[in-house]
């Protein structure tokens, strides 16, 4: 009953090579390829191999349950239909990533002391975050992003949209 969905899914993969993508994010990262399309399990791993690599011991915390409802912390507002002319599209892909190293907040660089004596950076809400100590999220985030220029470099000395191009997105 579904063959046609997978010839289709073959044919798209062909073009588009998905699952090499997702491959190669299980390969770098190490885990699972069903698990590769899991932000979470993503940002889990690349935390836990880079305290192994660094020989940091730091127990992790267990995730929270966040009760369902509304969306905690933004607002997300119902896009109105139709066909609009002079669309700008701006690109926030680093926004956070550069939000996180500036102010170095990772769950250990948070100050939990109101009087932190330590060097800190205070962001306008009051949260404090050590500023004498790298982050693992920074630590992180910057491999990530080194990493990410390096895929860059090579697909820029590629033709565009060549196989060998594909092969880095």
């Known amino acids: 009953y ?10 798209i993969d062909k073009i588009k090579h998905i699952l090499n993508f997702y491959e190669d994010v299980s390969l770098h990262v190490g885990i699972n390829i069903e698990d590769a399309t899991s932000n979470m399990k993503i940002v889990e791993a690349s935390i836990f191999h880079y305290l192994r690599k660094n020989n940091i011991n730091l127990v992790l ?3 929270k349950k966040v009760e369902s409802g509304a969306d905690i912390g933004g607002f997300v507002r119902k896009p109105s239909s139709g066909l609009y002319e ?6 926030f892909t680093m926004e956070y990533p550069s939000i996180i190293n500036t102010f170095n907040i990772s769950p250990e660089t948070l100050c939990e002391d109101i009087n932190c004596k330590r ?3 205070e ?14 999220y920074p630590a992180i985030l910057k491999e990530l992003t080194n990493f990410r220029k390096q895929i860059q470099s090579k697909m820029n000395e590629c033709e565009y949209n060549s196989v060998k191009y594909l092969s880095y997105w």
């Open 86 to 91: 002079n669309v700008a599209v701006l690109d």
């Open 2 to 11: 579904n063959i046609m969905d997978v010839i289709l899914t073959v044919k």
């Open 61 to 63: 915390p267990n995730k």
């Open 119 to 121: 060097e800190h950076i």
């Open 123 to 136: 962001l306008v809400n009051g949260t404090k975050y050590h500023k004498d100590v790298e982050g693992i």
